[in-house]
């Protein structure tokens, strides 16, 4: 994978992948992964695509993440190995384009819903990125009739069934990130994607109400490149920063970030910012940004819906804003850039080589 290409579920794909290759032969199948040897991640000259099924049908365990490609996932499922899946409930692909603005959206939503239901039904293993998560991942579980009293007797975790790994990082990327030097890109930074389950807007608004009451704060959306799924957002968010005439405090970074630059971003800024909507997909799932306090000990202001909040608070990493609206978010980036609040070092709670430690063990005994 290509860094500057490489964020969220991927970054992580990666960085699990750098770990498990200390100790196991690891293939990383991708769209782009010319860089992945800086991970330590064996890289073959890349098959090409029409022959991935009997890559990953020859492998020893193939672990897939949220919306397999069916054909791979089938080809894994009929071969060999055993099939390990990280995945959620697909309610934010509810809301989509290509499924809300489908001419039949139920339709559009089928092929997300039905292979879900295939990782359900015939995955061997399951890794979970939190606490709320392996919750709906059992009840998904309970629902296909995959759990059974002789589970649970086994173990009340089901920790034969379910692997937690909560997200955090790969052990080169704290080494990164504590050489690269600070750039101040702007006070506070978006760190993640602008999907339609969140509020960025309320965050531009929040900045202009900061240069009204004569706090020139500045923000910074390290995301900002078109997408299928977060256009939309992104248009409206442009629109908005024109319409409120903050276009020389509000940068929408609109090319691919390196890691480098991504770090010394945050490295440099007072504060990360995720405002979320209140909504079932935010209720049940922790946010992959989290990775970035987790790594840099950046505070992050965070809305108070849902799981992401709650791990926030229980850490002691932020500030739970007390609502979205922009007067409260503005109150809360006055604060971060005038009194920064200290880096809190989680002492590598989420380090991925200690976090894999059982789902390794999984491995070993699956051989």
Partial sequence: MAPERCAGVGLRALELAEVLAERFDVLLLSG?????????????????????????????VVVFFDSPVRERLEAALGGRPRVVSETTP????????????????????????????????????????????????????VSRGRIEPGDILRS?????????????????????????????????????????????????????????????????????????????????????????????AVLLVDRPISPAERDAALRGAAAAVCVGRPGVENDTCVR????????????????????????????GCGVVLPSTDPRAIADALVEAVASPLPRRALSGRFDYAQTTKEFQQWILRSE
Wanted: charged share 25%; net charge negative.
């Fill in 32 to 60: 782009d992964v010319e860089d992945a040897h800086d991970q330590g991640v064996r890289v073959p000259e890349p098959p090409a695509r029409d022959t991935w099924a009997d890559v990953v049908a020859d492998a020893d």
């Fill in 90 to 141: 697909p309610i934010e692909h509810l809301q989509y384009r290509n499924v809300a603005g489908a001419e039949d959206p139920v339709a559009a939503y089928a092929p997300e819903r039905d292979v879900f239901q295939l990782q359900m039904d015939r995955s061997d293993h399951f890794i979970c990125r939190s606490r709320v998560e392996r919750a709906t991942l059992a009840a998904a579980l």
């Fill in 156 to 248: 009340p975790e089901l920790a034969h069934l379910l692997s937690f790994v909560p997200i955090g990082y790969a052990p080169s990327s704290a080494v990164s990130a504590a050489a690269v030097r600070a750039r101040r890109l702007a006070d506070v930074v978006w760190t993640g994607g602008l999907w339609p389950f969140y509020d960025p807007e309320s965050l531009v608004r929040a900045v202009r109400r900061c240069h009204d009451l004569g706090h020139p704060v500045t923000a910074a959306f390290l995301h900002a490149v078109p997408h299928e799924d977060t256009r939309e957002v992104l248009d409206r968010v442009r629109g908005l920063v024109a319409e409120l005439d903050v276009g020389e």
């Fill in 288 to 315: 992959l940004r989290i990775r970035d306090t987790r790594l840099h000990g950046i505070p992050l202001l965070v809305d108070p819906y849902g799981a992401t909040a709650d791990e926030v608070a229980r850490d």
